[in-house]
């Protein structure tokens, strides 16, 4: 059972450069999330998606994009990366319990 | 404005003694309360949960206590083990202003069991 699948696990990128991030899960959860993981300030949601189809902002949207095409993939896109997105990026889903499955990462760096 | 607080960055304690993580919020609609324990280079993991309508829920070694007027809630670990090591987030979940369920989560404990 692999639960939530990311990838890359790591990835240094120049900045201006577009950029991304893969989330894949198998157990047909309908809400998926992007949360990133910054020293100091904990896990904060960036785009999540209730049910495909659909998406919605989080706390710190600005410079990403989701898509939910199906109940599996939910991608993250930075269009044009900055400095300022390096970071440890999370994808989750939860099922009716609202309890969140975490894959394990992507650390981006962008410089 | 920082809905789930834990103020306590870190917390080294004893194997063997009790660990007490704590966490505060503000939003009083808050109606489920989460901990999750991440290790270094690993997705975050659910721990255990507690509902707004308990005062408390265990699971073996864990438990947690809410206190709702005071707003806050705390995560007991005893005995507390050396793998018990790790960054512990409180987590709340609230309606969005989209309607939907979302959870806010803390900045994070990191407590190093000392063998």
């Known amino acids: 059972i692999a639960g939530i699948t990311q990838a890359p696990t790591s990835q240094i990128l120049a900045a201006g450069r577009r950029m991304t991030l893969r989330c894949t899960q198998d157990m047909r959860h309908n809400a998926m999330y992007w949360y990133r993981q910054d020293l100091g300030l904990g896990l904060r949601l960036i785009h999540y998606s209730n049910t495909a189809g659909t998406t919605g902002k989080g706390e710190v949207p600005d410079g990403y994009s989701v898509s939910r095409a199906n109940t599996d993939d939910f991608p993250l896109t930075l269009a044009s990366a900055v400095p300022s997105q390096t970071s440890v990026y999370f994808c989750?889903?939860?099922?009716?319990?609202?309890?969140?499955?975490f894959g394990q990462g992507t650390r981006l760096t962008v410089v | 404005d920082q809905q789930v607080k834990q103020n306590s960055p870190s917390l080294s304690v004893q194997e063997g003694r009790i660990s007490i993580l704590n966490c505060d919020y503000t939003?009083?609609?808050?109606?489920?309360f989460l901990w999750y324990k991440k290790y270094p280079a690993e997705g975050p993991t659910f721990l255990i949960s507690?509902?707004?309508?308990?005062d408390k829920n265990e699971d073996g070694r864990f438990t947690v206590f809410l206190n709702k007027s005071a707003k806050h809630l705390s995560l007991h670990i005893v005995p507390s083990q050396p793998g018990d090591s790790a960054v512990y987030f409180c987590a709340a979940r609230g309606l969005s202003g989209a309607g939907s369920y979302q959870l806010t989560f803390g900045k994070g404990t990191k407590l190093s069991v000392i063998p």
């Open positions: 507690i509902s707004s309508i308990k």
């Open positions: 989750a889903s939860s099922d009716s319990s609202q309890r969140a499955f």
């Open positions: 939003n009083s609609m808050f109606d489920y």
